[in-house]
């Protein structure tokens, strides 16, 4: 391990680490916040002319937060155990992401992509609402995020945080087509469960690449001499 990584050999990596999951989750909170607010506001259903031609799979929509997080918890775990600076960067630039998306989601103000809009026709109570799809068991068991998160749109987070995976990868040589299957199965369960118009799987390529770049620079410019 070179010298200017040493440090994250001991105690203070694992102090780092746990700062930054926290951080991590609470962009994640902050996120579902700003969302939920927008969820009660009307927003028009936008013509989609690729998922005209694609069937919606009921099963898979859901369980589509499950089939995520397999492509997306592992493989970044993975990367933690090969090269400990990187996976730390990996999780500042997904919060980054995560605060992102909770600022442009109210701003492109999209309805949902299949059926009424409920959550602005039957309005639902903030906080305890924000603190069942915050907690993973009821998101997951309890379909609360497929309740209440019909207008998380633009830009796809399934796309970003996956796509943000296969970025990453790229510097473990052929591991990374491995990130790249998991990225487009994830590309498939966005488009059989009709969770996101395509515009808004294009938006997640181009802005996650964009906080890639910045997160490289940023790496660049703080690499000591």
């Not at 996650?208 to 490289?216: D, G, M, Q």
Request: charged letters at 15%; aromatic letters at 14%; a positive charge.
């Amino acid at each position: 391990m070179d010298t200017d990584r040493a440090w994250l050999r001991g105690w203070r990596f694992w102090v780092l680490l746990a700062g930054l999951l926290v951080v991590r989750y609470a962009c994640h909170g902050l996120m579902l916040l700003a969302v939920l607010a927008h969820e009660m506001a009307p927003a028009p259903a936008l013509p989609d002319l690729v998922l005209s031609h694609v069937p919606y799979v009921p099963l898979v929509a859901r369980w589509n937060y499950v089939l995520w997080l397999l492509c997306y918890v592992p493989p970044a775990i993975w990367i933690g155990f090969r090269d400990r600076p990187v996976f730390l960067r990996l999780l500042a630039t997904d919060g980054a992401l995560a605060l992102l998306r909770g600022l442009v989601v109210p701003l492109t103000g999209l309805g949902p992509v299949l059926g009424p809009d409920i959550n602005a026709l039957h309005p639902f109570r903030l906080w305890p609402t924000w603190g069942a799809v915050l907690d993973p068991l009821q998101a997951i068991l309890g379909n609360s995020a497929g309740v209440y998160l019909t207008k998380d749109l633009f830009f796809s987070g399934h796309i970003a945080t996956t796509f943000l995976l296969y970025l990453f990868s790229r510097r473990f040589g052929r591991a990374a087509w491995v990130f790249l299957g998991l990225n487009l199965a994830t590309l498939a369960i966005v488009f059989l469960a009709h969770l996101h118009y395509t515009i808004d799987v294009i938006g997640a390529y181009a802005i996650t690449y964009a906080a890639y770049r910045v997160s490289e620079r940023l790496a660049l410019r703080h690499k000591p001499a």
